[in-house]
C-alpha cells in the first residue's frame, strides 16, 4: 500500500505513542497545547471508514 501514513507509521525513527490501535505523534512545534497527528495503524481512507468501535477510541483518546 502506498500510503504517506501507513509509510510514516512503520517508520523507526519517528517517536510514536500507541494506544488501542493507534499512533500518536506529538508536534515538535505545536500551533496549539496538545498539537498532535494521530494515524490509525490500520489504513483507512478517512476517520468515517473506521469501524465504530475504533471512531469511539479515536475520539477517547483526543480528549485526555
Ligand atoms: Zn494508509
Known sequence: MDC???RFSLDKNIKAH???????IF???PVN????LVIP???T????DLHKEDQIIFF???IE
Open 18 to 24: 500507541e494506544y488501542k490501535g493507534f499512533y500518536y
Open 41 to 43: 495503524k490500520k489504513h
Open 33 to 36: 497545547p496538545g498539537h498532535l
Open 4 to 6: 504517506l501514513f501507513c
Open 45 to 48: 481512507l478517512s476517520l468515517l
Open 60 to 62: 477517547e483518546a483526543i
Open 27 to 29: 508536534d515538535e512545534s
